[in-house]
């Protein structure tokens, strides 16, 4: 599931992007409103989580201007604690609301009620077991399997295999791996990438016939169907 975080403090903003992405979301984040406006609009995600106190537009003109282009499920942010601020948002087209500070546990337990309910997507959003081929991905009990056997496999070899799988087909370079699951702006000169990949590799590919990770010399790495 794709999800958008607009919100300008750093430190919350890091903190939710690790978060999400730790509980196998892929995560976006901006900044200030005119960037969270232009992903929200043009891109294509399944949540925005969106603060109210932005610099450039604030949360109620993103939130209107995402009205005006599409559905898409919409969780308000904000510091603010009075009730006619709630009421705006909700009547602006919010679809949920939560007043910081929170729990982090809270926002996981609204968004995945938002994907319970189809929000904006009727009913049509992802699913939580991914299948390609004879593996199959249990998002929501952090579960693999291939051929009907466990893969035993770490928090981090099990984000890639579903960051892969939600993107079957594709190379995806280090650079793109390295940021969606480990949040890091890349350094050329870590393989930490190479070193997840190859542990995963064994334990989807090498007790099997046929490969499914495959690395494409020079561009990264794609997920395909046995």
Known sequence: MRVLVVEDHPKLADYLRKGLTENGYVVDVAADGIDGRHLAVN???DIVVLDVMLPGLDGFAVLKAIRAAKDVAVLML????QVEDR???LQDGADDYLVKPFAFSELLARLTALRRRGVRSGGTSEPTVLTLGDLQLDLARRKASRGGQALELTN???LILA???RRRGEVLSRTVIAEQVWDMNFDSDTNVVEVA??????KLDDP???PMLRTVRGMGYVLESA
């Open 208 to 210: 099997f016939e046929t």
């Open 163 to 165: 960051l892969l799988m």
């Open 43 to 45: 891109g294509e995600y």
């Open 87 to 89: 009421v705006r948002g």
């Open 197 to 202: 990949v190859r542990r995963l590799r064994a």
């Open 156 to 158: 981090k070899e099990f």
């Open 78 to 81: 904000t510091a603010r604690d």
